[in-house]
C-alpha cells in the first residue's frame, strides 16, 4: 500500500514544491467501471462501452475507459500521495490544463505520481497547484497529465 508523504500546515505544504510524491498503488480499470462511468456521464460511446464493436473496429483492439473517468480518479489518487494536517477542510479548486496523451485500455492497471508546482497563500489557508501524471502498467506515455488546484484552509 503507498505511504502519502505527511506535511503539517501551511509551512509544511510550502516545501512540497518541486517534490515528486508517489507514486499510489495500481487501481485496474474493469469493464464494470467503465460502464457506471458511462450511465453517471450519459457517455456510451461505443469504443467504451459496446466490448465486441471495439474489439472488431477499434484502433485500440478493444474498449478503453474515458479520459475524465482516468481524471475522476484524483480523489482516490491524492490522499495516497500526500497527507496534510493542520487543516480544517480542503476543497478541488478546478484544473489548468488536462491532457490524454493515451488510451487506457479496459483490464490495465493506473496509478499516479504528482509534482507539487506552486503553493500561493489565500485568505484562510493555501491553494496548492501540482501535476498529477496517470500511467498505465506497462505503457510508454502517461495515460493523463492534469495541473490540479486545490484549497487547503485552516
Known amino acids: 500500500m503507498a505511504t ?24 485496474e480499470i474493469t469493464q ?10 450519459g457517455d456510451h460511446q461505443w469504443i ?11 484502433p485500440f483492439g478493444g474498449p ?12 482516490r489518487f491524492l490522499p495516497q500521495l500526500t497527507e496534510t494536517t ?7 479548486y ?12 479496459v483490464g490495465s492497471k493506473l496509478r499516479a505520481k504528482a509534482v507539487v508546482d506552486e ?7 493555501v491553494q496548492i497547484q501540482q501535476t498529477v501524471t496517470f500511467e498505465t502498467e506497462g505503457g510508454t506515455k502517461p495515460a493523463c497529465v492534469a495541473t490540479i488546484v486545490v484549497r487547503q484552509y485552516v
Open 94 to 105: 478546478g484544473t489548468e490544463k488536462v491532457r490524454f496523451p493515451s488510451p487506457v485500455p
Open 64 to 75: 478503453i475507459a474515458h479520459g475524465y473517468l482516468t481524471l475522476s480518479l484524483v480523489p
Open 32 to 41: 464494470d467501471m467503465v460502464n457506471l462511468f458511462a450511465d453517471a456521464t
Open 4 to 27: 502519502p508523504t505527511t506535511v503539517d500546515g501551511v509551512e509544511g505544504v510550502k516545501g512540497l514544491v518541486g517534490q515528486e510524491l508517489g507514486p499510489t498503488d495500481w487501481v
Open 48 to 58: 467504451h462501452v459496446d466490448v465486441e464493436r471495439a474489439k472488431r473496429e477499434s
Open 86 to 92: 493542520g487543516f480544517s477542510m480542503g476543497v478541488n
Open 119 to 125: 503553493v500561493t497563500e489565500i485568505t484562510g489557508g
